[in-house]
C-alpha cells in the first residue's frame, strides 16, 4: 500500500493558509533575531531516523498484549508500513532491522521495495535475548557473556551472520544490545563475565567490514534484574575503547537509572569521540519505551542542545549519528504513535537550534545562571510547529501527518487488506 | 506425584546430628536471654505461606522466557506440585488461585485433590488485565475503572464469578490487582477513574458473601508506564474504607517507588486496621519478582519486625493476614526458588521474634539511637537457621528443604513424567 | 526601597510594539479557535502566589553557603524586597511568615508597611526543626511526635503561637511542615508515633480560630533519612480528615520519591476535597528547590491542567489554594530566581487554561489516547509569553519583569543600601 | 585523654567466658567446612579503617545541627577521640586530614601525638566547595572546573598545598571530592568543564610526590543539582585514565544514583585496576551518610565479596586500598556511630570471608542459580560476631567496644572536661 502524491498535497491545500501565516509570524520574528530560518527549515528537512521492524505492531508487556487491526506480518509489509510513514513525514527514511525477526530471505527485493519508498537501511540489530527452535545452545543464561565458549561462539556466529544480512541490504553498522546479565547476587563473577563480553565484542569488531561501526548499548536491568553486563556508558565506552575505533556507545533514553541527566553522558560521549547513535523514546519510570516527548519534552530538547553543539564542534571527531526511534506501541496505532515521535523529536530539534549559543557562551562565561537558564527557556518556550511544519511542506511531505493519516482513514484501508488480528513477527 | 514420607525422614536421619548441634547452641543462647525457643519454634511451624497457581511454572519478561523443564500444564499437577513444597517445608500449605488461568471445572475433585496433600484455598485472584478469547469487551483501556460502563460491568461480574470458584474451593477472601492505568499525560480524567474504580470496586464488596474479605492491589507502574488507578496504599486504604470493613490493603513488596520505606506503610496500615495481605517476593529496580529475601534481606526483618508487634499489639483489629509468594521463576528450577522464598521468610520471621521488645521499648522512651540500632541488630545478627530447621523437622518437613528435593531427584521425575517441553497455563 | 511606577511604564514603552505584535498574533490564533483570550489575561492578572520570608537571601546547603550581596537583614526589608517582586509582576501580592525567623514584633507596623506594597499576609510557618536559644526541651529527636509529652506540649504551643502572630496580620491558614522523623530502623515505633503527631496536630486545629485552615504538608525524607512522620499524601490526608474540615494536605513539588505522579495526587486530593495549597519549585533529584519551571516544565503544566480542571469543578468543595513559592536561591540573584519562578507559574497556568477541553473529554470518552496527549501538547506547545506579559502590562506591572531589574540597576541599589555581607535570617 | 588499658582488660575480663563459648562454636563448625578461623581471625585484627578528622563532631543537615556534648573543637581533640576509638576497636588506627578544617600547624607534634594512640594518617582531603575567608575568588561557581583561569589556579594550588600538609604528616594519598557542578540547564557548557576538571586534575597529579596517589571521587548530585562535574565511576575512570597510573577512583557507598549496583561498579574498576579507595558510610534515599550496616548490610556484604575476590586476585595491580567512614552523626554519639560502623564493616568483611569460594565459581560455571544465591547466603546468615570479637580480643581491644565506652562513661568524662557545647572545626 502506498499513499498517493496527490493525496497528500490535497490535505496540505486544506491547511495552507492558516499554515502560511504562522510561519510568517514565526519566520519574521525569528529573522528579527537575527536567524536564518530557511536554514534551520533545510536542517529539518533532511534530518531522517529509522524505524526498526518491529516498532509496526503493537507491543506488549510481560502481562499481556492488545493487538491492533491491520498489522504487518511480513517484512514486506513492514516496509510498507515505514513508507507509509515517510510519505506522511519525509523524516523516516530508513529502516532497522531485527534479526532473526525479520530475515531478509530475497535481499535483492527487499532493498528495491525500500527503495521505492524512498527508504534505506540502517543499523541491523541481533538477538541473543531469545531462543530460537533451531538453535543449539539457549541464551537463558547469557550469550556474549556465557561461561561456556560454545554459547558465546554461537552468539558471535550469529552477530557476524547479522552483518552479512546488512551487507546485502547496504547498512553500514551493527547495534548489539545484551540482555546478559544476572538477577540474583553471585551469579555471576562478574569479571569474567565482563571480560567474555570484552572478547565476544572484539572478536564481532574484528570481522565486521572495514567501513561497518559497532554501536554497543548499555542498559541498567530488564530482562536481568540484578545486574547487566553493560549497565552503563561507562562500561559501554571501556568497551567500545578495547575494540577499535569503529565502535561506539549507543544512548537509548530509556535506559538509565532513575534521575540519571542523561544530557551531560551526551556531551561527555561526543567529548570523547564516542557517541554513535541514539534510540529515542520516552519514559517515567524505568524503560517504559513511550512515546518520544511525551513525558519529558524538556529533557529531550536539552539532550538535542548538546547533540547541536556537538555536531557543529565536533572535534574529536564523532561519527554521523545513527538516529532510531525504539519504542513500543501498546495502547495507540502503531503509525499514528511513530509520527507523534518523529514530531516531537523535530520540534526538540528545531528548538535546539534556536538556542543563542554566543550568548549561551557569554553568560556561561561570566557565570549569570539566570541569564542561562533564561537563553535556554526562550528558544525552548518558542512554538516552532510552523517551522517543522514547513520543512515537511517543502519535502513534499504533509503539514500535519497523523491528521492526514486519519483524513485518509490508512488505518481502516490496511484492516480490510490484512485483517483485525495478526501478529507481526518478534511481537 | 508426591514423596513418601519415609524418604523425607531418611534425608533428615543424615543431617539430624550436626543440626541438633547447631540447635542446641542456639536454644542456650537464647534460653540464657530467657528466650521462650519452643513457642518460636511452634509459632514457625505453624505459620502457612499460599503458593499461587501461576508460579510453578517458568516466568518470563516481555523479551522472552525461557522453559523449565517438568512443569505443570493442569490444576491437577499445579496443586501437586505445591503438595511436593509443603511436604518439604511444611510452610506451603495453601494455594492460590488465579482466575482464569485455572479454573477448578470439578471443585469437589480439586478441593480433594488439594486436602490430600494437606492444602487449603487461600485467597483467589480476579485477571482483568488480559483479554480472553470468549470475552466480550476488550480490557485494552482498562476494567474497574473503563470510562465504558458496559466494559466495567463486565469486569465486575468477572470479579464475581471469581469469589462463586472460590467459594466452592473453600476460599473466604478475593483479592484485587488492577492493571487498569494510563501511559500518556491526558489520557484519563484521573477524577473520573478514580470514582469509576470506587463504585466498582465496592459493587464487588457488595456482592461478596459476608464472611469474605476483599484485598485491594496497588502498584505504581507497570503495565501501564503514566499513571495506575490504584498506585499507591493511600489509594487503596481510601478505597477499602469506601467499601467497608471487610475491605483491606494488600502489600505486594515489588510495588513500591524506589526507597519507599515499606515496614512503615505496614505499620500505618496495622494501626488503621485496615493491613490485609501480603505479597512477598524481592526487587532490586521495580517489580522485579525475585526470591524472596535475595536482595533485601534486611528490609525483609524489618518489615517481619512491624507485622511481629503489630500481631501482638492488634489494638485496632486487623484480620488474619494472607500471605503469599508472588514471584516469578525466570532463571531457576519453581519449585526451589518457592523453597528459597519460604525459608528466607521463616528465617526473617525467626530474627524478629528476637527482638527484645521490652529493651526496644526502653531505647526508644529513651531517645537512646544507637542502643534502638543495636537491638534490631542483634536478633537481626543471630543466626536462626537451626530454629527454623528445627521448626520444620517437628512438623515433619526436611530439614534442608532444597536439598532433599535435591536429593530425591524429584525434577528429573516430573520431567520423566510431564516432559521437558510444557508450559504451565497463564505463563 | 521602592519603585516608582513611572520607571516601570518608561521600560514597558521600549517594548511594548513588540509585544504587541506578539500579542495580536496569538490573539487572532486563539479567538479562531473560539478561546476567550481576555478572560485567560484577567485570570492570570488576578493571580497571585506567596513569597516566604526566607527566600530572600541566599540559600545553602548543608556543605556550606555562598552569600549575595544585598540581602535582606529584617523583617521590613523583607517586605520590601517582596515588594519588589510584586511591583514588577503584580504576581506577587502576598507574604509567607516563618516563625520563629520573622517575628513581627510590631504587627500593625508591619502590617501597614505591607499593604502600602500591595502585599496582604499568607499562610504563617512554625518551625519545631529547629532548636532556639530559648527552648526549654530540644526537638532533635522530634517534636509533635515526641515520645515526650512535654516536648510535644512546647511544640504545640509553639504552633498556637505562631497562629498569634498570624492573626495579627491578617493571615488565615497555619502551614505545619514536619521534619519529625527517624534516620535508623527501630529507632521510632511507628505507630506511636504516628498517634502521637495525630494528637498534637488535633490539639492545634482545634486551638485555631473558626475561620483559619490548617496545611499539613508531607515529605519522604531529608532532614530524617529512615522515616519521617509524614512522608506522604496518604498518611497527611489521613491525618487531616482526622482533625477536621478546615485541615488539608499540601502538595511541595519537591517532596516526593523518585518518579512519583504527582499531577494524580493533586487530582486525588481534589476528589477528596482536602488539597489545600502548593509549595512551588523544581527538582531533579530530591528536594532541590530550584527555580519553578527550571527542571521538568512540562510536568508543571500537567499539574495546572489538574488545578484548572479541578478549579472548574469543584464538586467536593476544596478551598481557595494557598499558592506559594518554595525554593532556595543558591547560585542566582533570589529576587531574579523569583521572578523567574513566577513568570514558570503563569506560563504553565495560561497553558493549562488553553486546553480545549470539550475535545479532551471526548478523546478520554473514546480512549483515543493519541488524541488525548495531541490536545495537551497543542496547548503546551503554544507559546503564551505574550499572553502572559499582556496580564503584567494591564495590572501595571513589567512586561519583561528580569529585564526590567536588570536595566534599574536594583541589586545594585539594594547593595548600596545594605552591603555586600549581610545575612538573612533563618539563613 | 586516653584508655587504660587495663580497663579494656577489666571489660573483656566480665565477658570472656561468653564469647569463648560462642567462639568455640563458631570454630569448631568452621573448621568442620575446612575453614582456617585463626586465619580469619588475623585477617580482622589487621584491618584498619582510617576516621576522617570531621567525623568527631556532631553533624547536621541544611535545616539544622543539634549539638553533642563533649565535641572536639581542635585537631588534638580529634586525635584524641581517634585514640580512643582505636584502643577499644584496633580498627581505627588511621586519620584522614580535611584542609582547612584541620591545619597541622605543628606537624611534627601532631604526627608524634598521633603516633602515642597508634595511628597514622591516611589520605589527606582538600575542600573547594567553601569559601574561606581569607581565599581570593570564591568556588560558588566551581573550583577545577570554573570558567575562569584564576579561580582553577587557586584551587590546584589549594589542592598542592595539601599535599605538603599531607607529606609532613606522613600521609601518601590525596582524596579530592569535587562539589563542582551545575543547578540549572544552560549553566554549564558541559565538555568545557569535563576538560577544565581534566586538565586540573593532571596538574595536581603531576604536582604530587612520586609516591603518592590520587584518589578521585565521584557523586551524581548534591551540592549542585542539575549537574555535577564528576557523576559517576566512567567519568572518575575516565580522568584518572588521563593522569596516569597512581590515580584512582574513589567509590564512596552514598555517591549513587537509586538503585545502582555499586559491588559490580566495585569488580569493574578492579579489573581495569583502578579502584582506590572507599568511604563507607549507608544510606536509604540519597548520601544520606548514615552509620554503615545500618539500612543495607547485604549490599555491604556483597561490596566485601567483590573486595575480597578482588584482593584474592589481584591481576590488574589495584594498589592497597584506602578505606574511611565518611558519615555524619547527626543523632548518636559520634564516638558510638563510629564504633557501630567499625563493627558493621568487621561483620561484612568477616561473612565475605567465609564464602565457599571453590563451590561458587563450580555453581557459576554450571549456571546454577539458586545454588549462587545459597553459596552467598551461608556465609552472610552465619553469626560471625564471635569472629570479630575475637579479632579485638586477640589484638588488646575490646569485645564490645560500644559497651565497654558506656560502662566507662567516657562521653562523661569528655563533656566534663570539653563543655556541652563546643563545634568542632568544619561542623
Same mark, same amino acid.
Given at each position: 500500500?502506498?499513499?498517493?502524491?496527490?493525496?497528500?498535497?490535497?490535505?496540505?491545500?486544506?491547511?495552507?493558509?492558516?499554515?502560511?501565516?504562522?510561519?510568517?509570524?514565526?519566520?519574521?520574528?525569528?529573522?528579527?533575531?537575527?536567524?536564518?530560518?530557511?536554514?534551520?527549515?533545510?536542517?529539518?528537512?533532511?534530518?531522517?531516523?529509522?524505524?526498526?521492524?518491529?516498532?509496526?505492531?503493537?507491543?506488549?508487556?510481560?502481562?499481556? @498484549?492488545?493487538?491492533?487491526?491491520?498489522?504487518?506480518?511480513?517484512?514486506?509489509?513492514?516496509?510498507?508500513?515505514?513508507?507509509?510513514?515517510?510519505?506522511?513525514?519525509?523524516?523516516?527514511?530508513?529502516?532497522?532491522?531485527?534479526?532473526?525477526?525479520?530475515?531478509?530471505?530475497?535481499?535483492?527485493?527487499?532493498?528495491?521495495?525500500? #527503495?521505492?519508498?524512498?527508504?534505506?537501511?540502517?543499523?541491523?540489530?541481533?538477538?541473543?535475548?531469545?531462543?530460537?527452535?533451531?538453535?543449539?545452545?539457549?541464551?537463558?543464561?547469557?550469550?556474549?557473556?556465557?561461561?561456556?565458549?560454545?554459547?558465546? @561462539?554461537?552468539?558471535?556466529?550469529?552477530?557476524?551472520?547479522?552483518?552479512?544480512?546488512? &551487507?546485502?541490504?547496504?547498512?553500514?553498522?551493527?547495534?548489539?544490545?545484551?540482555?546478559?546479565?544476572?538477577?540474583?547476587?553471585?551469579?555471576?563473577?562478574?569479571?569474567?563475565?565482563?571480560?567474555?563480553?570484552?572478547?565476544?565484542?572484539?572478536?564481532?569488531?574484528? #570481522?565486521?567490514?572495514?567501513?561497518?561501526?559497532?554501536?554497543?548499548?548499555?542498559?541498567?536491568?530488564?530482562?536481568?534484574?540484578?545486574? *547487566?553486563?553493560?549497565?552503563?556508558?561507562?562500561?559501554?565506552?571501556?568497551?567500545?575503547?578495547?575494540?577499535?575505533?569503529?565502535?561506539?556507545?549507543?544512548?537509548?533514553?530509556?535506559?538509565?537509572?532513575?534521575?540519571?541527566?542523561?544530557?551531560?553522558?551526551?556531551?561527555?560521549? *561526543?567529548?570523547?569521540?564516542?557517541?554513535?547513535?541514539?534510540?529515542?523514546?520516552?519514559?517515567?519510570?524505568?524503560?517504559?519505551?513511550?512515546?518520544?516527548?511525551?513525558?519529558?519534552?524538556?529533557?529531550?530538547?536539552?539532550?538535542?542542545? &548538546?547533540?547541536?553543539?556537538? *555536531?557543529?564542534?565536533?572535534?574529536?571527531?564523532?561519527?554521523?549519528?545513527?538516529?532510531?526511534?525504539?519504542?513500543?506501541?501498546?495502547?495507540?496505532?502503531?503509525?499514528?504513535?511513530?509520527?507523534?515521535?518523529?514530531?516531537?523529536?523535530?520540534?526538540?530539534?528545531?528548538? #535546539?537550534?534556536?538556542?543563542?549559543?554566543?550568548?549561551?557562551?557569554?553568560?556561561?562565561?561570566?557565570?549569570?545562571? %539566570?541569564?542561562?537558564?533564561?537563553?535556554?527557556?526562550?528558544?525552548?518556550?518558542?512554538?516552532?510547529?510552523?517551522?517543522?511544519? &514547513?520543512?515537511?511542506? @517543502?519535502?513534499?511531505? #504533509?503539514?500535519?501527518?497523523? %491528521?492526514?493519516? @486519519?483524513? *485518509?482513514?490508512?488505518?481502516?484501508?490496511?484492516?480490510?487488506?490484512?485483517?483485525?488480528?495478526?501478529?507481526?513477527?518478534?511481537?
Amino acid at each position: 500500500m502506498k499513499i498517493a502524491q496527490q493525496n497528500i498535497q490535497e490535505f496540505n491545500q486544506k491547511h495552507i493558509i492558516k499554515h502560511k501565516n504562522r510561519f510568517d509570524f514565526i519566520s519574521s520574528e525569528l529573522s528579527d533575531r537575527s536567524i536564518d530560518v530557511d536554514a534551520i527549515v533545510q536542517t529539518l528537512s533532511d534530518f531522517q531516523v529509522a524505524v526498526p521492524s518491529w516498532a509496526l505492531g503493537a507491543g506488549g508487556t510481560r502481562f499481556g @498484549r492488545f493487538s491492533f487491526g491491520g498489522e504487518p506480518s511480513t517484512l514486506e509489509e513492514k516496509i510498507d508500513d515505514v513508507g507509509l510513514i515517510h510519505a506522511l513525514t519525509h523524516t523516516a527514511g530508513a529502516i532497522s532491522l531485527h534479526i532473526p525477526w525479520d530475515i531478509p530471505s530475497d535481499a535483492a527485493a527487499i532493498r528495491e521495495r525500500a #527503495a521505492d519508498r524512498g527508504l534505506v537501511f540502517d543499523a541491523v540489530n541481533s538477538n541473543t535475548f531469545q531462543d530460537q527452535s533451531d538453535q543449539e545452545y539457549s541464551y537463558k543464561y547469557g550469550s556474549l557473556c556465557h561461561v561456556d565458549a560454545k554459547v558465546r @561462539r554461537q552468539a558471535i556466529d550469529h552477530n557476524i551472520q547479522v552483518v552479512e544480512y546488512g &551487507e546485502a541490504l547496504g547498512s553500514k553498522s551493527l547495534t548489539v544490545w545484551l540482555a546478559d546479565g544476572t538477577s540474583f547476587p553471585g551469579q555471576h563473577n562478574f569479571r569474567k563475565a565482563h571480560q567474555h563480553t570484552q572478547s565476544s565484542l572484539k572478536e564481532i569488531y574484528n #570481522a565486521m567490514p572495514d567501513d561497518w561501526k559497532l554501536y554497543i548499548e548499555y542498559k541498567p536491568y530488564e530482562p536481568n534484574f540484578y545486574s *547487566m553486563v553493560i549497565p552503563d556508558w561507562g562500561t559501554s565506552l571501556a568497551f567500545a575503547q578495547e575494540c577499535g575505533p569503529r565502535a561506539h556507545t549507543l544512548v537509548d533514553l530509556g535506559h538509565h537509572l532513575p534521575n540519571t541527566n542523561i544530557e551531560q553522558i551526551v556531551a561527555i560521549l *561526543m567529548t570523547k569521540g564516542r557517541l554513535g547513535g541514539f534510540h529515542f523514546n520516552d519514559s517515567k519510570y524505568g524503560d517504559d519505551d513511550l512515546t518520544v516527548g511525551s513525558i519529558k519534552p524538556y529533557q529531550l530538547f536539552l539532550i538535542f542542545n &548538546e547533540l547541536v553543539y556537538g *555536531m557543529e564542534n565536533n572535534v574529536a571527531d564523532n561519527p554521523p549519528l545513527a538516529w532510531m526511534i525504539d519504542a513500543s506501541h501498546n495502547l495507540k496505532d502503531p503509525l499514528e504513535d511513530l509520527m507523534q515521535s518523529l514530531d516531537a523529536i523535530l520540534v526538540a530539534y528545531a528548538q #535546539a537550534l534556536l538556542i543563542d549559543r554566543v550568548a549561551l557562551e557569554q553568560a556561561q562565561e561570566a557565570s549569570n545562571v %539566570a541569564a542561562c537558564q533564561d537563553i535556554l527557556q526562550q528558544a525552548y518556550r518558542t512554538d516552532v510547529r510552523a517551522i517543522v511544519a &514547513e520543512s515537511r511542506l @517543502r519535502a513534499g511531505a #504533509a503539514i500535519d501527518p497523523v %491528521a492526514a493519516y @486519519r483524513s *485518509m482513514r490508512l488505518r481502516d484501508q490496511l484492516i480490510d487488506t490484512r485483517g483485525l488480528h495478526v501478529t507481526a513477527t518478534g511481537l
